[in-house]
């Protein structure tokens, strides 16, 4: 039974069904920074997964008590660890975080309390503002940009790199609309506030698409700039799985909404990190 326990609370604390979406975009920052060698990415790879798992820890901390109240989330495993215990583990998460910022330059190093910071404003925000979906996106925008100033320890100055950020918080904040749809119910009963439960499910589809398609404007833009013709054959397939997501959904289906972003998203970041590796070795 412990095992199991243990098991699960790994697969909660790596989220497999975005990994591949935010380690994608992580190494795409990487590659364009033009400065990637096997100990930076090493480096950046550890820093990205203990700082997601601080993030995620982070969460269940502050939102533990709305959490135990949603009957989808309260029997994750994670919620099941006490308080003083997910403070334990989110102070090694994040010295590891913090370590591994340190080894690669000094500005990761100094950016690590901003992380910090962001890490607790999220699951607060949800009761103040439903802007807050955008606010998710700007935490996965730090993929990119994490990835670039953790492999060349400088500030972007590449217009690529911040239309890239920008189309991730789009991405980010255009899945989050939909995966609160499942959500929707409790959040108006507890007054949160998401999109869906301010202004409805079928605004919140909408919604969710125009950020989508907002997203791919970026995206292409990107590629575009790249000057690479196989960066933008990537862009233009990725565009096209953003867009396939919405087609056909149900907003009544519960699997099937959080199926439709994880395959979908992480997919797209895979035809996006594809065509930067390929395009890289051409």
């Given amino acids: 039974m412990e095992a199991d326990k243990l098991k699960g609370i790994l697969n909660e604390l790596l989220a497999p069904n975005l990994l591949v979406f935010n380690i994608c975009f992580v190494y795409i920052g990487m590659l364009l920074s033009q400065s990637v060698t096997l100990r930076i990415t090493i480096l950046v790879t550890i820093a990205f997964l203990s700082g997601r798992s601080a993030g995620i820890i982070a969460n269940r901390y502050v ?30 998460l994040f010295l590891v975080f913090a370590a591994s910022a340190y080894a690669l330059n000094r500005l990761s190093f100094m950016l690590t309390p901003l992380v910090l910071l962001l890490f607790f404003v999220d699951p607060k925000s949800k009761k103040y503002t439903n802007k807050r979906h955008y606010l998710v996106g700007i935490i996965e925008s ?41 959500h929707t119910q409790f959040d108006i009963k507890y007054k949160l506030k998401t999109v869906p439960s301010t202004i409805g499910i079928n605004a919140a589809l909408d919604l969710s698409l125009y950020s989508h398609i907002m997203a791919i404007a970026f995206l292409l833009a990107a ?6 013709y196989i960066i933008i054959a990537g862009a233009i397939g990725a565009s096209a799985l953003l867009l396939a997501q919405h087609h056909g959904i149900n907003p009544h289906n519960d699997t099937d ?13 895979l035809v996006m990190l594809s065509s930067f590796l390929v395009s890289t070795l051409v």
Avoid: E, W
Avoid at 142 to 163: E, N, Q, R
Avoid at 257 to 269: H, V
């Fill in 257 to 269: 909404i959080r199926r439709r972003i994880a395959l979908y998203n992480s997919t797209a970041a």
């Fill in 63 to 92: 939102g533990r008590d709305i959490d135990l109240s949603n009957p989808k989330k309260s029997g994750m495993y994670s919620l099941g660890i006490p308080k003083q215990n997910l403070l334990v583990m989110f102070a090694i």
């Fill in 142 to 182: 730090f993929d990119v940009l994490g990835g670039y100033i953790g492999a060349a320890g400088a500030i972007p100055t590449s217009v690529v790199v911040y239309l890239f950020a920008f189309s991730i918080i789009f991405i980010g904040g255009g899945f989050d609309i939909l995966y609160s749809i499942t």
């Fill in 223 to 228: 590629a575009v700039l790249s000057g690479s």
